[in-house]
């Protein structure tokens, strides 16, 4: 009998720290070899799927199985060449691989070429590993300007691959309130990648929280990812911008606010809101796929995308027993979904493949 560990072939769109997650859960059973898909530039698109082409050819005939981090043009030629070659294909169903939202031109099934590739994939795949089950199919109501419903059984009638859901996972010994740091009062929270651009103020929410700084003035509201020398336009003097920032500095500044806010108009299964969590900050989120279920009572639910709904919201947060919540939140992430079971899981699920 080999000694040798069977090989699984790995493909993601960026190196985000659940990639880096879940490729380390993986090496624990497999020799994984894995390829990012990250063209720099559009036109760069065709290069990088030659590059993916030849490592498939090289590749598929030794691997037992593939796994993509979600579906989109990355993963096609995988799923193609599992099915040619009978190799059964897994594909981690994330968030934007799920929705289409017109509207801001968000999602993969908001792009007629993009939706194609993506449908193609989940109708090649062998199985398909959301990470909640809001992902699947939702009723959507936190904003009217497009579908009613959201999910890839939704955007994909008819779509006979079997799925089963594997949850997030997050490391409660890591993510913990720090003990030395002072937790500020009325203090709100939130993390955006992409701040500088109006899209993703769209997208995250934070044309929201900047109307309610202004309206809120005896409350903080930090925002961490911020360029070099980016400042909003009209920017309310209780907001405050910090740049992106590693993990670890990351959990100190979680446990120097009393909130976070999530108000995205879409997600999958957000980490900053849970490990946010963990560290015992009090969370605020949209009505909006996994969030109000992560949130459970430990928190506050925005059910409309309107401005005044969430000033009272954020005053009735203000006046709530917030060490209590905050330690429900921590308990929530940490007893429902902790990193081990992550692990196990998905690792059982590849098993079964």
Wanted: glycine share 6%; net charge positive; aromatic share 14%.
């Amino acid at each position: 009998m080999s000694a040798h560990r069977p090989v699984l072939l790995y493909f993601y769109p960026g190196l985000s720290s659940f990639v880096v997650k879940d490729l380390q859960i993986m090496e624990k059973a497999y020799e994984v070899r894995h390829i990012g898909f990250l063209p720099a530039k559009k036109w760069q698109t065709p290069l990088i799927w030659l590059k993916q082409f030849f490592f498939l050819l090289r590749h598929i005939w030794t691997a037992q199985k593939l796994v993509c981090m979600f579906a989109g043009y990355h993963s096609w030629f995988p799923a193609l060449f599992g099915k040619i070659a009978q190799k059964p294909v897994l594909i981690v169903a994330g968030g934007t691989d799920c929705v289409s939202f017109p509207s801001i031109g968000y999602g993969c099934f908001a792009k007629p070429i993009l939706g194609k590739f993506t449908r193609w994939s989940y109708q090649l795949a062998s199985y398909i590993a959301p990470v909640h089950e809001k992902l699947v199919r939702q009723e959507y109501k936190y904003q009217p300007n497009d579908f009613p419903y959201q999910g890839f059984r939704f955007h994909c009638p008819g779509l006979k691959t079997p799925h089963t859901v594997v949850y997030n996972g997050y490391d409660a010994s890591f993510w913990r309130p720090g003990a030395t740091v002072h937790r500020q009062p009325k203090s709100f929270l939130t993390v955006c990648a992409g701040l500088h651009m109006r899209f993703t103020q769209r997208l995250k929410g934070i044309d929201l929280i900047l109307e309610a700084a202004r309206q809120l003035p005896e409350a903080s509201f930090t925002i961490v990812g911020a360029p070099a020398g980016f400042a909003f336009p009209n920017q309310p003097v209780n907001v405050k911008l910090l740049p992106k920032m590693p993990l670890a500095d990351l959990k100190a500044v979680y446990s120097a606010h009393t909130f976070y806010l999530q108000l995205s108009m879409s997600e999958g299964f957000p980490n900053a809101l849970s490990e946010s969590m963990l560290c015992g900050c009090v969370p605020i989120v949209s009505n909006v796929s996994s969030m109000p279920e992560i949130v459970g009572g430990a928190g506050f639910v925005l059910e409309k995308r309107e401005s005044g709904l969430l000033i009272e919201l954020l005053q009735k947060a203000m006046d709530s027993d917030t060490s209590f919540l905050g330690e429900m939140a921590r308990q929530n992430i940490a007893n429902h979904y902790p990193e081990a079971r992550r692990e196990e899981e998905l690792l059982q699920l590849l098993q079964r493949l």
